[in-house]
């Protein structure tokens, strides 16, 4: 009897490998997209820049390195539960695996963090999830490059420095924050407390609740407080109502900042010309003037296999996606140069975006000049450059564009939250961090 | 002719009072319990353990609880979601604060902690019926979740809100956490869920069952030939949020692994565990199997056919997935509003007579 299961459960197990030993060898790369849900208007433009960009390198170049790419979309709905399936179910696919996931919300990477080291498949969190994780001592499997919540608080905190005329006049002025009420919303709440205590700025907390339909008693609450700056950690309808709101008690909107989520297209457009003016974080430029888009629209729209709308190419988080598919490309040509094969596995790659270096030349090359800023990651940082710059909305011309220098976050408010919270996270899920030389 | 009790003879009281009297009942129950235990973790893998039967089996746990009050007792609750949170943040502080205790005790505990809050939000019942006590427990769902959310105690002060369940093993076998196996983890809450579920069935029979079921048929009548309403009534609270705090326990921490509350445990949870029972069959433990099972797997189901099988894209088939199990709702409630345990009933009517039936 054991022998007959043996045998079956042998049989079950060869059947995948017989499968796959008749096909070329494939790059799996699954997206963990929303294009529904109540956060779908945002996810629909992120898994088309990075399908598109993905799917260009396969039309145009056969892959990378020759080596195709096999795109495995699976849809999360932003919700935890779902991603977590869509995980499992992605994870074993074809030879090499799963080579990386993009969790694109918060709860599905908190989630994934603690697999990813079991699964030996690196994540990347372009700029969310956990901010911790910027310590690749304890979280060698996690990449939040090219900048940080955090460090995106602290260049907040900058650019109103600048704006009031340097960081000695931040005392006694007033700064709320408007957040969504999730793990995602509070990320910055610690290092604005910190840069609070620090510059004697008053800093007043706003929570939204899922999805953020119902703001009126908060920006009330603006009306009678009168902050000087407001900040908004929103995301999907929240930034809509929240802007629209903010028209509507004449919050002035160059005094209003969004995070890198809370600016897109879909956010400011419903407010019309009142939405003029308004800020948020940015780590690329908005657009589609860049030789990679005219390749994108060349060999992957002209064939029909665009994921999206043509005209729709170049809004801000359609250029998210692309330069979130552009730096997991160049990670998977690292992985391949440093281990001499181009069959490489999730524990491969995560050596390739170790040694990312993605510089201006390089962009150059990809057909990105000027794209974004130049990222190099290293063992002990994986968070990169954490450079911010603030773009902001021209209702009238209906483009964002860069209207700051590219700010170096505050390293001594974000370094020391960093280390305290991923030695909490190591000690309480018994880590020992690696050593770095 | 193959479900037929005829010579069957019942010599004794212990026999007659079995829990199931019926030989065929029996070995399709033993059926079961080998294929849950022998079968099913031999066969399936990974993906099938973690994404399919966890959740099946947590969620089953879930609808037990929610069936022996709404099912049982005829209280309609919405506060699953919240009752599931008190289980969860309450195995946390236990795991975080008494690890020594081993993970089955803490379970245990969690549940009696749920089972205390969930007498408290049951006291509204001895005044209000019906939809003001849907609506009275719709409260109690929205402050838990709002309590878990604000309060920094409950998750730790951890920066984001979140909590995250420490590894913890039982016999040398990592069983929370991503680094537990999923067989382990597995037969940790098929055991939980069998045993449970048995327990279930013979309080349902007993004379605490029996009281509940009288309240849920006429309250007035029930307490005129002696029911105690608050005994009844609270206890059905009590039994039920044990239940659902120990599924919140296991989501929680064999599951998930790490949760927010205001995702995990909204009110989606409380609706879905409702649908749960509702399209399985109030006032019945199978009911409880058959609705989690119809929820959890029948989208999954859907989505694989559709994607896998004719290449559907991904977010056209999560519509169609909406659609059709809306669908299936509605088309179930129809044909059969009693849920699929009657269904089930129904089959062995029928089994009773083939091949002669008159």
């Not at chain 1, 080579?99 to 990477?109: A, E």
């Not at chain 1, 995106?152 to 002025?173: P, S």
């Not at chain 1, 960093?418 to 961090?433: C, F, G, L, R, T």
């Not at chain 2, 069983?175 to 048995?198: D, N």
Request: charged share 15%.
């Amino acid at each position: 009897m054991k022998s007959i299961t043996k045998t079956l459960v042998a049989a079950l197990l060869a059947v995948p490998l017989l499968g796959g030993t008749v096909s070329a060898y494939e790059l799996t790369i699954p997206t963990l997209d929303y294009r529904t849900g109540p956060y779908a208007p945002n996810g629909i433009p992120f898994a088309n820049g990075f399908s598109d960009y993905l799917t260009m390198l396969n039309e145009r170049d056969g892959g990378i390195n020759d080596t195709k790419i096999n795109l495995v979309p699976c849809e999360t709905a932003y919700n935890t539960k779902r991603g977590v399936e869509c995980y499992e179910n992605t994870k074993g696919q074809g030879d090499s695996g799963a080579l990386v996931y993009q969790p694109l919300s918060t709860g599905i990477t908190y989630q994934l963090i603690p697999k990813s080291s079991v699964d030996r498949i690196p994540i990347f969190s372009m700029g969310y999830g956990r901010t911790s994780a910027a310590n690749g001592k304890v979280f060698p499997w996690v990449f939040n490059f090219p900048a940080t919540y955090w460090s995106q608080a602290t260049v907040f905190v900058q650019y109103i420095a600048d704006k009031e005329g340097g960081m000695d006049k931040l005392k006694g002025k007033k700064i709320a924050l408007v957040y969504h009420n999730s793990a995602y919303g509070k990320e910055p709440i610690r290092t604005l407390e910190s840069a609070a205590a620090k510059f004697g700025f008053e800093l007043m907390l706003l929570p939204v609740d899922h999805p953020g339909q119902e703001q009126k008693a908060t920006w009330l609450q603006i009306r009678k407080e009168r902050p000087d700056w407001v900040m908004m950690w929103g995301w999907g309808v929240m930034n809509q109502v929240a802007i629209k709101e903010a028209a509507s008690i004449r919050f002035p909107m160059d005094h209003f900042i969004g995070v890198w989520w809370s600016g897109s297209e879909n956010d400011v457009i419903p407010a019309g010309d009142k939405a003029d003016g308004y800020l948020s974080g940015a780590f690329h430029q908005p657009g589609d003037n860049f030789p990679a888009h005219d390749d994108i629209k060349k060999h992957v729209y002209d064939k029909g296999k665009g994921h999206g709308e043509r005209d729709r190419i170049g809004e801000v988080l359609y250029n998210r996606g692309l330069v979130a598919a552009m730096w997991t490309s160049e990670a998977v040509r690292k992985a391949m140069e440093i281990h001499g094969t181009n069959k490489i596995k999730g524990v491969h790659l995560r050596d390739g975006f170790e040694a990312l270096d993605v510089d201006e030349a390089r962009l150059k090359e990809l057909g990105l000049p000027n794209f974004t800023i130049p990222v190099k990651i290293t063992c002990d940082n994986h968070e990169g450059p954490g450079k911010v710059a603030l773009q902001q909305w021209d209702a009238k011309a209906k483009k964002w564009s860069i209207v700051s220098k590219f700010y170096d976050p505050l390293r001594d408010i974000t370094g020391p939250l960093i280390a305290e919270d991923s030695a909490q996270y190591a000690k309480e899920n018994n880590v020992v961090p690696r050593i770095c030389n | 002719m193959i479900y037929r009790e005829t010579g069957q003879f019942k010599a004794n009281y212990a026999d007659d009072q079995a829990l199931f009297p019926i030989a065929q009942d029996r070995y399709v129950v033993i059926a079961a319990l080998i294929v849950a235990f022998g079968v099913v973790p031999m066969v399936l893998n990974q993906y099938w353990l973690n994404a399919i039967m966890l959740p099946f089996l947590i969620y089953s746990l879930a609808a037990l609880g929610l069936n022996i009050l709404t099912g049982y007792c005829g209280q309609v609750s919405l506060g699953t979601g919240g009752f599931m949170a008190v289980g969860a943040f309450a195995v946390y502080k236990l795991m975080v604060a008494f690890p020594e205790l081993g993970f089955i005790p803490l379970v245990i505990l969690s549940g009696l902690i749920t089972a205390a809050v969930g007498s408290l939000f049951g006291l509204p019942s001895l005044r209000i019926k019906g939809f003001y006590l849907a609506v009275a427990t719709l409260a109690s769902q929205f402050f838990l979740i709002w309590l878990f959310n604000k309060v920094g105690w409950f998750f730790n002060y951890n920066a984001t809100g979140m909590i995250t369940s420490p590894p913890m093993t039982m016999f040398g076998v990592i069983i929370t956490g991503p680094e537990g196996s999923p067989m382990a983890k597995y037969f940790l809450v098929a055991t939980i869920v069998a045993v449970f579920a048995l327990v279930a069935k013979n309080i349902a029979r007993g004379r605490i069952g029996r009281n509940w079921m009288a309240i849920r048929d006429m309250d007035i009548a029930a307490e005129l030939i002696g029911v105690r309403p608050l005994i009844a009534k609270l206890s059905a609270f009590a039994v039920s949020s044990f239940y659902i705090g120990m599924a919140g326990a296991l989501y929680f921490a064999v599951w998930l692994g790490s949760a927010e509350p205001t995702e995990a445990f909204d009110i989606n949870q409380s609706f879905l565990v409702l649908f749960m029972i509702i399209i399985g069959g109030l006032g019945s433990v199978l009911g409880s199997f058959l609705g989690a099972g119809f929820l959890v797997l029948m989208p999954i189901l859907l989505k694989n056919i559709l994607v896998d099988g004719f290449g559907t894209d991904s977010a056209l088939a999560a519509h169609i997935e909406i659609m059709t199990v809306g669908a299936l709702i509605i088309i179930f409630l129809i044909v059969e509003p009693h849920g699929l345990a009657r269904l089930w009933r129904i089959a062995k009517e029928k089994l009773r007579l083939w091949p002669f039936p008159y």
